[in-house]
């Protein structure tokens, strides 16, 4: 894991109704392969930065949940449908948050894959993380 970091940075959703603001130690980021990520966003897997709850705030709007398991709730614009969070009720103290919709998506690097065995095939990771087959040794993304 690299050297925690603190995060101040603001995001919101493609259509604007939705802002947040970020103010934490960014616990770590990585790319979840799970078919939930996939199914929840149309895409072929979500990059995560996990925070601590208390430093994440919604400063416009106000989301729709999804309960997408017993355990987890996934909370996205209503309007436009961009996922922005991912919260699980067995930590409570953490909120993982899209890093694609941060306003300066650089501010935050990727450091693992989880769920590579839901990947797909034709995504191609040409980079060196670690990479594990279920959701890894921090289990918190
Ligand atoms: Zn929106
Ligand atoms: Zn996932």
């Known amino acids: 894991m690299q050297e925690p970091k603190l995060l101040d940075a603001s995001g919101g959703c493609l259509c604007g109704e ?13 790319f979840c392969h799970c078919r939930m990520c996939q199914k929840s966003s149309g895409a072929p897997t979500i990059a995560w930065v996990t925070v601590v ?19 987890a709730q996934r909370e996205f614009c209503g309007r436009c449908g961009t996922q922005l969070v991912f919260r699980q009720q067995r930590d409570p103290g953490l909120v993982d948050v899209t890093i694609a919709t941060l306003d300066n998506p650089s501010l935050v690097q990727p450091e693992y894959h989880i769920w590579n065995s839901s990947r797909m095939e034709w995504l191609h990771l040409a980079d060196q993380l670690p990479t594990y087959n279920d959701e890894g040794p921090d289990a918190n993304a």
């Open 18 to 30: 939705v802002r947040y603001h970020i103010y934490s130690t960014s616990v770590d980021a990585g």
């Open 53 to 71: 709850t208390e430093g994440f705030t919604y400063t416009r709007g106000e989301p729709a949940l999804f309960q997408s398991s017993a355990q």
